[in-house]
């Protein structure tokens, strides 16, 4: 009987470690502490952690979808060459690895659309667009999939909410052409499910929780437009910008591009420094724009000087070396002004609308006027009084060239704008339109963007119809990609409601 019992006993062992020994998925709790440091962007930490974990339970598929999240953030953020070189093979044999895992489980598809996903997002940093729009096919799909198969699985809703907004956003007359591959989109149920997957309380709930408190700000300041819900949701959020350094970028960012320099500066200061964490360039130019936008000349030389020594990549190395000509030209040291402008023509790239617009406006040989400069910076900064006392007393006919009208009156109304003075800031803004209608500057399609989102807050959906229209529809103006973006998500949101 014991020979028996012996046997059975060496069976049990043999079939249980058989089991273990094979491909499979465990979101344990060693599996989250090395999410945690990557998602706060501890990534020396991390890699040393996950390295440790991989070699401990070899067949753990997890690990290896936690190398696809560190390579991520790694060449978005540090953009590398080398490093680009050398690590973007590495999804593919990630997603060749991954499917050997077992298929019945949630994570199987989970995690084949995430490194495609990852992978379609570095494919787009690098500018290989078309290989981006296969992968990000790819995984939309395989989150559909896993959706309707594993309901429960909320992280899905995470990955697959952010792909329903951004398709949901594509214009009307392009729909018809997703809706034939499959691929439907919406706003609202995009971010719905970011925000039910935040706000969910079950065994997923830390799973993909760090992403989501990442891009769900972004989802609603972008695409919603909706710059109080936004900046409120991260003022009600229990973040901690000290420790977690994607999050605080993030805060940062937004803070920064919605005239809270002040504010942004402190998160970005505020941030725990030491070696377990990516060494990240984009901290000294978040910062140097900060400090610009307060006017504090020398400080913001200082940081933006060591981001274009430090970033080994391409996006906003022509953005920051406008910002330099503009600090040595608010000095009058305009032959260190011509220089940094020399330097922006021969480096980077024009593949984001700012680094674009900085490259048009060096060739064009052209200076920005000091004094609409100076205005403009202040109110970027949130210091619109001090803003506007730089103009007082102004009017059109003290700027000789159409340009320079245009942008004051874009200034002016602007400035209203923040100030909470939307009836004055509508006709300051409608000004512009009709002088810079036909000019290259972004000025005139900015301004019937922020009408039309004026009129939206007021709920005249067919006035802020007219405007997003307005916007859409004039041409070869910088910033594009960015205002066209906008102005169609609004547009959909009001056709919707009109």
Request: with cysteine.
């Amino acid at each position: 009987m014991n020979s028996l019992k012996t046997s059975l006993l060496l069976v049990c062992c043999f079939m249980i470690s058989n089991v273990i020994a094979q491909p499979h998925y465990d979101w344990n709790d060693k599996v989250q502490n090395v999410y945690e440091s990557i998602s706060s962007l501890r990534m020396p930490e991390a890699r040393r952690l996950n390295a440790i974990e991989k070699k401990n339970d070899p067949n753990n598929l997890v690990f290896h979808l936690l190398d696809s999240y560190a390579d991520l953030y790694q060449l978005f953020f540090n953009e590398n060459n080398i490093e680009y070189n050398n690590i973007y093979p590495k999804f593919n044999k990630r997603i060749e690895l991954l499917k050997t895992g077992p298929k019945n489980s949630p994570y199987y598809l989970f995690s084949l659309a995430s490194v495609h996903l990852d992978k379609a997002i570095v494919a787009i940093r690098f500018d290989r667009n078309w290989e981006a729009a296969l992968d990000f096919r790819k995984a939309y799909f395989l989150l559909k999939q896993n959706k309707e198969a594993y309901p429960k699985f909320t992280p899905t809703d995470v990955y697959f909410g952010l792909m329903t907004t951004i398709i949901g956003a594509v214009p009307n007359n392009y729909q018809w052409m997703l809706n034939m591959m499959g691929m439907k989109g919406s706003i609202s149920k995009g971010n719905a499910m970011v925000l039910n997957y935040l706000n969910s309380n079950n065994e997923f709930s830390n799973v993909c929780k760090n992403e989501a408190l990442l891009i769900y700000p972004y989802l609603v300041l972008n695409f919603e437009g909706n710059r109080k819900k936004a900046i409120d949701f991260i003022e009600s959020t229990n973040y901690n910008f000290k420790r977690n350094h994607i999050h605080a970028y993030m805060a940062t960012n937004i803070y920064l591009s919605n005239q809270q320099a002040k504010k942004s500066l402190d998160i970005a200061n505020g941030i725990e420094v030491n070696d377990a964490y990516l060494k990240m360039p984009f901290w000294n130019y978040e910062k140097g724009f900060a400090h610009l936008n307060q006017l504090n000349l020398e400080k913001s030389h200082q940081e933006l000087t060591t981001f274009v020594n430090e970033f080994k990549g391409n996006f906003y190395i022509k953005d920051a070396y406008e910002k330099l000509s503009w600090i040595a030209y608010l000095q009058n040291d305009f032959k260190a002004a011509a220089v940094y402008r020399n330097k922006l023509i021969n480096t980077g790239n024009t593949i984001t609308d700012a680094d674009k617009l900085a490259d048009d406006n060096a060739k064009s040989g052209k200076w920005p006027n000091a004094l609409l400069l100076k205005a403009r910076l202040l109110s970027d900064g949130g210091l619109q009084n001090q803003s506007l006392g730089i103009l007082q007393g102004k009017t059109m006919r003290d700027f000789p060239t159409d340009e320079e009208k245009v942008e004051f009156v874009y200034r002016l109304a602007r400035i209203h704008d923040l100030m909470g003075s939307k009836d004055q800031a509508v006709k300051f803004y409608k000004t512009a339109i009709e002088v810079g209608r036909h000019l290259k500057g972004y000025y005139a399609s900015r301004s019937a963007l922020q009408i039309g989102l004026i009129f939206e807050e007021r709920k005249e959906y067919g006035n802020a119809i007219l405007y997003y229209t307005t916007c859409l529809n004039m041409k070869n103006v910088a910033f594009k990609n960015s205002l066209d973006q906008k102005a169609k998500s609004g547009l959909l949101r009001c056709e919707k409601l009109n």
